[in-house]
């Protein structure tokens, strides 16, 4: 294990394993007929991180946050860059100078952004989101998405790209081929419409590639938004059921260091009220137990329930926005004040991990 002077909690994100990921995903899409887009906003665009994306084929990146775009575009990043939260009217200006497409669903912002695009003299590439039952962003209606392309090819600085949807955020809906199969029969009543053929047909993110993998994908979807399948890769074959073949799962480990053990009873003493964040936990009396208190807690976190500890009889008890509490009663080796023990992460702690100024991110 790399041992780190001065400040922990590390995260640490390896190149290799990222880089080999990466390249995986990327041919396993392109033999599909697919370009996907990398999105980079999970491990908040670390511009080391990201080249690695670039290195392994992806064309474009894209990220929710202008911010993180911005800072992409002033480390000289050489790949298109894709906004992929639908803009706020007042980040206009920025996301035509650094973004080369956004996705959209609002006809007014649309306009303010062909008229910043004119001002700049530009060309900003739109992806129009059709809302397929997830219940996020997207027109709900598919009348207003042939609309909105109609109404958008007559707009002089902007290029309609396509359609897209996204799956599985909200509502929690499952990528499927009736619901993509529905948009790219969508796709096909745009491009009657508008006389041409589109370029993207943005079928979802990480959670499209069961169906690719299964060999299910609808022919159409020639592009996906992919992010967590690349530098996460626990979450799918976890919560998904898929296996994917020669991925790496484990591109990143927490590391937290150990700043008390002690033998303690399991069930709190005294009137049980709420704990920190306004909640009744349920604690299970098992007696006295050696506990171990390490210095990482939900403020880095989100929720320590998405970290998974790597030592065999190491188990995560609770925490605060601090301090992370395990039951190490039944770790066989020897546990001292100063030792460091790692942690796996699901998505939802990495971006927590990633955007916290208190977690020290190195990439090996
Ligand atoms: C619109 C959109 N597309 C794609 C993605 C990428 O998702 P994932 O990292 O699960 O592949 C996200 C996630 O933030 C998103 O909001």
Known sequence: ?????????????????????????????????????????????????????????????????????????????????????????????????????????????????????????????????????????????????????????????????????????????????????????????????????????SGGASTSLPLLINGKMPPRINHLRIGEAIITAKDLPYLWNVEMPGIYRDPMVLKAQVIEIKQKPSFPVGEIFVDAFGNKPIYKNRGMRKRALLAVGHKDTGDVTKLKPRHEGVEIIGSSSDHLILDVEDYKGELNVGDVLEFDTFYSAMIFLCSSDCVRKVVV
């Open 1 to 201: 294990m790399i041992e780190y002077e001065g400040q922990y909690p590390v995260y640490e994100i390896s190149a290799s394993k990222i880089k080999s990921n990466a390249q995986k995903i990327y041919e396993l899409c392109k033999s599909n007929g697919i370009e996907p887009a990398g999105v980079v906003k999970g491990f908040s665009a670390i511009p080391q991180v990201a080249e690695l994306f670039i290195e392994a084929g992806f064309k474009t990146l894209g990220d929710s946050r202008l911010k993180e775009i911005v800072r992409l575009r002033s480390c000289n990043i050489k790949a298109d860059l894709m906004l992929i939260r639908i803009p706020m009217p007042s980040e206009i200006p920025e996301l035509v100078r650094y973004a080369d497409s956004s996705l959209n669903s609002e006809i007014a912002t649309i306009r303010l952004i062909n008229e910043e695009a004119r001002l700049q003299g530009k060309i900003h590439g739109i992806v129009l989101m059709a809302d397929l039952g997830d219940l996020r962003e997207g027109f709900f209606d598919s009348n207003e998405v042939i609309k909105a392309a109609k109404g958008i090819e007559s707009l002089d600085s902007i290029r309609l790209l396509g359609i897209g949807t996204n799956l599985g955020c909200y509502g929690s809906i499952k990528p499927s081929e009736e619901n993509l199969g529905e948009l790219c029969r969508l796709a096909e009543r745009v491009e009657e419409q508008i006389g041409r053929r589109l370029e993207v047909i």
